[in-house]
């Protein structure tokens, strides 16, 4: 088995997550933090408004592991690794108008202020980088997300550009990536 289908079929560790492919079993995980309001108060479409959107948006995930080999991890604490608290990592989209290998989070908001996104966003830079062997990682987040843009800044990504729509493009590039260091950064303090 290649390492990389060895990702759809193994989870990834960090110090404190479980890192997973997500499965149908997930939509109530999905649809529970994407119809949040508090997580998505930084959603540029707002709060999902049904089960249906978050099994299109599921399928949409599944779709890309079984295409790619890798895509969005569903998270949880290596404490309590039945319970999902969040859902990120890599995949392929265009978002707000921008092509590429896109780094993505969102956590329950108990889970917000402990390290928990720059650490898995570090272990998905990891995958990036190390195994998939791109250029490049780009994330976009609105201007007044503050707490994501700290976070994507704390992990090492620059602030590229603008997108359409006003949504802020950061980039991760490799050669930047190798000389970071590989340690999580302190947690973004929690209301930032």
Known sequence: MSELSELAVRPWETARL???????????AVFALHADPIANRFSASGPMPTREA????LESWLAHWREHGYGYWA???????QRLIGFGGVMNRCVAGVKGLHLYFRFLPQAWGQGLASEMALAALELVFDTLHEASVLAVVLPQNTPSRKTLERIGMLLKTSSEGGSLVYEMTAERFAQIPRT???????GA
């Open 18 to 28: 479980l890192l997973r492919a997500p499965t149908a079993d997930d939509l109530e």
């Open 54 to 57: 978050s099994a299109e948006l």
């Open 75 to 81: 998270i949880a604490s290596r404490e309590e690794p």
């Open 184 to 190: 999580p950064p302190a947690p973004t303090p929690f």
